[in-house]
């Protein structure tokens, strides 16, 4: 487990992968984050997750967490580029390949 801060820490941020928008906000301690689904089919699902992350190379990072009904998440997200790259497999075993921009909503940068 990764025991450096999240730099996104206490940020929040949007992505839309075109049929889904969605809000991510990171916990002041880097372990959790609190996601919202805002538009598209699953919209009104929101939750608090432990993540885990790690840098990469180029300064993108792969965020993973699994959701209480078993889903599985990954995030490819490039804060300063503003871009994500997710994919997750539902509880009931579909598997999804979303890509979209992702850009902050507290004003900050990347």
């Given amino acids: 487990m990764n025991t450096t801060l999240f730099p996104m820490a206490g940020r929040r941020f949007e992505v839309d992968y075109g049929g889904l928008v969605a809000e991510n906000a990171y916990a002041e301690d880097g372990r959790s984050l609190t996601y ?17 992350w790690r840098r990469l190379e180029g300064g993108a990072f792969a965020i993973s967490w699994q959701e209480a009904d078993g889903a599985t ?9 503003g871009r994500s790259l997710a994919f997750f497999t539902t509880a009931d075993r579909q598997f999804h390949r979303l890509e979209g921009p992702l850009h902050p909503l507290d004003g900050g940068q990347g």
């Fill in 36 to 52: 919202a689904i805002t538009s598209g089919a699953l919209a009104g699902n929101t939750a608090t997750v432990s993540f885990e």
């Fill in 73 to 81: 998440v990954v995030h490819i997200d490039d804060f300063d580029a």
